[in-house]
């Protein structure tokens, strides 16, 4: 059976530097029938249990730390018995929401993760945050940005631990090296391509 991305959307909030905002964020999950990876944890197990139904997750891989996306990690990693995946770049930005609960492995640039019979690619991507990471699905014509890259440039900037000409020179050197044709599926809102934003950003 071939591999397949679902996707849900799920509502909440963002808090870093003090301030806190109303956010919807997108759940992705990789998989076929039987198993499956859930890419981040934003603020509702069950809504992202409704995206894997009856399937084995495999693994909770996270974009990066940022409260909206690792949430409830620990919550849907004791429900599913999922291991959690992170860059170890971002330790600092999980300890804000979890400092009693550590991630249970960590991810590298270049790894692959392994799912349905598909392969996902780890790019490190810092600069929204220092271990952002992207997952390329050569096999789907996909990647998946997490807030690295989203429908019109590159991802916030303006808080702690964040670099814009890091994440700039990171989106070129990783992301824009990708097919122009690939489907860019984003933390938040709609997709794009890579086409469209190395042409919106320049290469």
Known sequence: MVARVDHAVT?????????TFEVDNNVWVVGDDTECVVID??????????????????????????????RVAPDLA???????????????????????????????????????????????????????????????????????LFNGGPGATGRSFSDLPTLEASIRAKLFALPEETVVHTGHGEDTTIGAEAENLGR
């Open 41 to 70: 944890a934003p603020h509702s197990v069950e809504d992202i249990l409704a995206v894997v139904g009856e399937r084995t997750v495999t693994a909770i891989v996270c974009t990066h730390a940022h409260d909206d996306h690792v």
């Open 78 to 148: 004791e429900r599913t018995g999922a291991p959690i995946w992170l860059h170890p770049d971002d330790e600092p930005l999980w300890e804000l929401t979890h400092a009693s609960h550590r991630w249970d492995d960590n991810l590298a640039d270049g790894q692959e993760i392994t799912v349905a019979g598909t392969t996902l690619q780890v790019l490190h991507t810092p600069g929204h945050a220092p271990g952002g990471v992207c997952l390329y699905a050569p096999d789907l014509g996909c990647v998946f940005t997490g807030d690295t």
């Open 11 to 19: 509502s909440g909030t963002f808090s870093l530097d003090g301030g």
